[in-house]
Each structure stands twice: as structure tokens, then as C-alpha cells.
């Protein structure tokens, strides 16, 4: 199993500005991805995080808005670009070995005013 | 398209009563995995299984993966079972992506 933390917890923000949440795995992961889940919604996949190369998005996400980085195989960021308030969601990043069982962080709940 | 469909959508159960929960799937998985997310937001690792039968105290899970649908029961259900309950999938072909169904609100009443 793999033990997944997230930073920042929560926070709110002002609109037109960015956060970026870190997420980091206690052991190495093959897969990191990132997903958001908008209130009372199910998770969304936004991208995989591919260690040392640009991140692939899924359509309606583009990396202007979500540039995400993953410099190793246990640490990634997710930055939330110019925010709006459409953009309050809880975020949550996992990891896992390719096909095999995946694991969630906290997740980072978000609030922009 | 790809889809991945739970119901019901909500449940109330009395304490100590049964359920099941169904996941249908539109296509063939290398993964299948019912998560429960708290009200803090986390999600809990239930079960992993892409086929079979598995238990884990009063929950089990089964995959029929050519009838491309899981089975979660919940037994002797506690008001700490209260949650929301995810089935999420990675289609063949899509290594590591997990699709997420639209989730079973569960409520039990004390």
C-alpha cells in the first residue's frame, strides 16, 4: 500500500489568483493523478503526472489553467491557475503501480471568494 | 461511451439492517475498486477486484467481469458506515485512469 499526504489541508482564495497543492507518496509509484471533485459531484480525473515530462490532461483541462509538475517518482504539485469561484472543489491527488490498487490523499479542500 | 453506473443513488437503512450496492460497466477492466469517502472528504480503500469475490468483515465485494457489473454488501450496517460509496474503474487500455461512478449516499439511522 501506499500512504499519500496533501498540503495545504484547505485554504481559500481570492479570485484571479493561483494555489499550488503538493502532493507526496511515502513509497515510489509507477502512476500519479490528479482529480477534482466539485461539491456533491463524483471525482473527475484532471491529468496523469508523468515524472519528468509534461503531464497528459483530459479533455476540459488544459494545462494553462492546471500546470502540474512531477520532478520524481513520489512527489507531485497541482497549481490552480487564475481562479474563479467555479473553481472551489476538493482536489485529490493518488498514486498507484499501473494497474494495480490505487491510493487518494486527503485531498486539499478548496474555497475561492 | 465509457460508463460506469451505480445505483441506488441514495439508501436509509436502519442500524443493523443489510445492503448491496451495484456498479455496472460499460466495458472490459484491469481494475475495479469501491472506495468510501467520509465526511471529511477522504477516500477509503474497500476493495480491490477486478474479479472474484473478497470479504473484509461485514463488507464483501464481487465482480462478475463478463457480466461487466460489482456487488458491494454491507452487513449489520452501523451508523458509521454513513457515507458516500464509489465504484471506480480503469478500462482496459487506459493504465491507471479511474473512471468513478456517481457514487451510493448511504444514511444509517441509529
Known amino acids: 500500500s501506499a500512504v499519500i499526504s496533501q498540503k495545504p489541508s484547505r485554504d481559500i482564495c481570492q479570485r484571479g489568483t493561483s494555489l499550488t497543492i503538493q502532493c507526496q507518496v511515502d513509497?515510489?509509484?509507477?502512476?500519479m493523478f490528479w482529480y477534482r471533485q466539485q461539491p456533491g459531484q463524483s471525482l473527475t480525473l484532471i491529468a496523469t503526472?508523468?515524472?519528468?515530462?509534461?503531464?497528459?490532461?483530459e479533455s476540459g483541462f488544459v494545462i494553462d489553467k492546471f500546470p502540474i509538475s512531477r520532478p520524481n517518482l513520489t512527489f507531485s504539485t497541482l497549481t490552480v491557475s487564475n481562479m474563479s469561484p467555479e473553481d472551489s472543489s476538493i482536489y485529490l491527488c493518488?498514486?498507484?503501480?499501473?494497474?494495480?490498487?490505487?491510493?487518494f490523499g486527503p485531498g486539499t479542500r478548496l474555497t475561492v471568494t | 461511451g465509457i460508463q460506469v453506473e451505480q445505483s441506488p443513488p441514495d439508501l436509509i437503512l436502519q442500524e443493523g439492517a443489510n445492503s448491496t450496492l451495484r456498479c455496472n460497466f460499460s466495458?472490459?477492466?484491469?481494475?475495479l475498486q469501491w472506495f468510501h469517502q467520509n465526511p471529511w472528504g477522504q477516500l477509503i480503500n474497500l476493495f480491490y477486484?477486478?474479479?472474484g469475490t473478497k470479504q473484509n468483515g461485514r463488507l464483501s465485494a464481487t465482480t462478475v467481469a463478463t457480466e461487466r457489473y460489482s456487488l458491494l454488501y454491507i452487513s449489520s450496517s452501523q451508523t458509521t458506515d454513513s457515507g458516500v460509496y464509489f465504484c471506480?474503474?480503469?478500462?482496459?487500455?487506459?493504465?491507471?485512469?479511474?473512471?468513478f461512478g456517481q457514487g451510493t449516499t448511504l444514511q444509517v439511522k441509529p
Open positions: 493518488s498514486g498507484g503501480q499501473g494497474v494495480y490498487e490505487q491510493y
Open positions: 513509497s515510489q509509484v509507477t502512476m
Open positions: 503526472a508523468n515524472q519528468g515530462s509534461e503531464a497528459t490532461y
Open positions: 466495458d472490459s477492466v484491469n481494475n
Open positions: 477486484i477486478p474479479s
Open positions: 471506480a474503474v480503469e478500462f482496459t487500455g487506459n493504465t491507471g485512469k479511474l473512471i
